[in-house]
């Protein structure tokens, strides 16, 4: 508190200034005045001009008796007990000052206490202290004035002062003499000053000064800079030996094993010769070197290939990073030394920066020497630019090459059969049954187009080779069916021979064939020519439970991001492990980017914590505009987190409610084709989804749709749609076939019904698929054949491909390459659109099923809200925005 001197003067004589000595005989100073029994008191007492030295607010204390009237003798008369004090504001000294009418009031002051004629002869002082504050003040200075009406009062003391928060040090940082604001919550905010070889940490150190001169809520602070440390409130240098290089550690710390500072104040310490650091190794890691070579390197030869197999070298260099890489030189003949192999040998999983300790070397020549050196190396092995590679070394001789490996560079023969039942075949001949007609057509092209099919007619399709040796034997043949829709029919082909040169040629259709394939094989028979033969170029889904550590196969698929990069800025919703949110990514070198962020939750346990990150091991395998793309993972620092790509719209679901009848057929239709060509590629990886519903689609703002949600889609354990079914799985039954909710038999042909599900959903902008139907009366009104009526307005083309996704038989239902081909189609001539599913036609009941009327009971009272019965009719109340037709009067 400051105190403003100031003293008194009397504006009239009535006020009288008296010396006295208090109850302790000590000088006290006193203005009083006592005209209780005289008519229109106005007395007043001022003080000199006060200069108020910048304060916006200053305190008033009083102290001062004052005359209880009722004591008074001869009746109260005109007497007051209170009296009035006053101010008036100036920038300097006035005259005008000495004039009452420039007063302004600032209060009435009455007295707590009062005394009595009785308390005069006890001589009790009835001292009564009253303060008051005034502000906001703007001028340099104040006078102040009191009024007396008619009391009996002595003023014995003054006192004006303010309050400021005074000049402090506190965690290294000075805060000035501050003047507090002048309301009287206000608070008025500092910036301190880093002092003694500090620096702010983070920011700049706040305090907040309060109307009470108390210094409040401090923000940030200052620490010592680095080569320094604190001690007892100062920072004093780090000794020689040691060093401090993050602000955030609290003191100098011995320089790691094979570091030294040679100087105090040390920010880092330097490697000893022969030892290396790199920028991303933390400050208070060892120095490190490159690791030796690889130990007990063993071969073993498998016809062409090669695995190769290693232990960890004995030094590691003192790091964790070890990678090793391969270098393959063939031995050429007749001694004239080693070639590197070509690039048509390859390497599983690759050449250089592996992390296992093994590879597989394979397309190698046959009946060729082959040299092998493995290298290890570590983060520093760049920087050791003098330290000499280690190498341990391999010579392996390949053997015969197997039937599988060489593609023959020669003619193929396409042979077409137009066929009604299948015959028996050899694998000598063609097998074209006797009374069809065929077609040979040699090619050298392993990918061909038949046009001009005719459509709904089976075909037979068969494929050999020729090389210089002669001719190979058919491949396996093919059924297939031509659809109403498709009468063009792709066949891709990949041969392999073997050295023997006797062609043996497996033909795959293509992958990619617009055929709308109605084949009778045998699925599983089918499913092992797509997936399980692995041709080069032909990427395979790896299932993370395939690697013994779990962190590894996270490692392997996705890239680990640093925190720093991203920034939270909004919660988007709540995912099964924690918040998702969303805000940008700043990857060095690269444009910032919005991205998802799903976070796992504190108070993990290592099993949440696998299967969090289980699904990023999935979707780093994938790489397709519609599968939603893994930016990378966060698991060096808390909370763990998963960086996906940010899809502005949300899930299709709810992005199709909000936005209901909002677009034409040909935007639908084209959601619906990146759905199935996010799916088409999912399924050519050899991975089923299991849980292929609208919820688990995003939406990009260019209406982009991409497959998501590869979390626990293999135990569906975070689908709220998925219910316990007899057999103890979770599955979401509305959106599963029935081979796969009767005897969990998912595969992509159960994904295609999930499909046609979701086009469903699409159709109808989001509508629950069987509406408030239980599992229980879904499950059983599918296998009784009902199937979901066509949603209003959808075209007619669309809704006999849903129909077509919901065949029994899975081997019926078209694959998703197909899907795509017949969308593209739709695409491509909109005028296939044009005919909507007609109002007759938005219900279907096979009619392989004759129990029509028990089902339609059980459908048609699922859309009845309520029953009325009003004298002889009943009047049903119907669901809003269904489809509803009349079956069949009696049955309702
Ligand atoms: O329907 P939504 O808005 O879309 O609410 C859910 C929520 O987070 C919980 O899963 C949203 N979400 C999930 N992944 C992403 C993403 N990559 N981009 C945008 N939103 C996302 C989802």
Redesign the pocket.
Known sequence: RTIISLCLSQLQREVIEIGEVDEDYAPIHTYQVCRVMEQNQNNWLHTNWILTEGAQRVFIELKFTLRDCNSLPGGVGTCKETFNMYYYETDGEEDRALKESRYIKIDTIAADESFTELDLGDRVMKLNTEVRDLGPLTHKGVYLAFQDLGACIALVSVRVFYKRCPFLVKSLAEFPDTIPGSEASQLVEVVGHCVNNSLPLYEPPRMHCSTEGEWLVPIGKCVCQPGFEEINGSCQVCKVGFYRSLLESLACSKCPPHSVARQTGATACSCEDGYYKIDSDPPNMACTRPPSAPRNAISNVNETSVFLEWSVPMEMGGRKDVRYNILCRQVLPDGRGLEECGPNVRFLPRRVGLSNTSVMVADLQSHTNYSFLLEAVNGVSELAKDHAKQYVSLNVTTNQAGMSRQICHNSQYFLFCQSQPPHEFSNQHHSCPQDSSYTIIKSKETEMVVEGLKPSSAYIFQVRARTSAGYGAFSRRFEFQTSPYFTAFTCAQKQYCDMAFIPMCLCVPSLRRCGYSKAKQDPEEEKMHFHNVKFPGVRTYIDPLTYEDPNQAVHEFAQEIDVSFISIERI????EFGE?C?GPLRLPGKREIQV?I?TLKAGYTEQQRRDFLWEASIMGQFNHPNI?RLEGVVTKSKPVMII?????N??LD?FLKKNDGQFTVIQLVGMLRGIASGMRYLSDMGYVHRDLAARNI?VNSNLVCKV?DFGLSRVLEDDPEAAYTTRGGKIPIRWTAPEAIAYRKFTSASDVWSYGIVMWEVMSYGERPYWEMSNQDVIKAVEESYRLPGPMDCPEALYHLMMDCWQRERSNRPKFDEIVCLLDKLIRNPSSLKKLVNSSHRYEFTPQNNNVSKTSQSYVKSFILKKIYFENLLILMLKPNTNIYLINQCHI
């Not at 988007?572 to 995912?575: F, L, P, Q, S, V």
């Not at 996906?644 to 502005?648: A, F, S």
Request: glycine share 16%; aromatic share 6%.
């Open positions: 988007i919703g709540a995912g998702v969303s998802a799903k939603i996906t790509e940010y899809m502005e949300g899930s709810t995003l998501s």
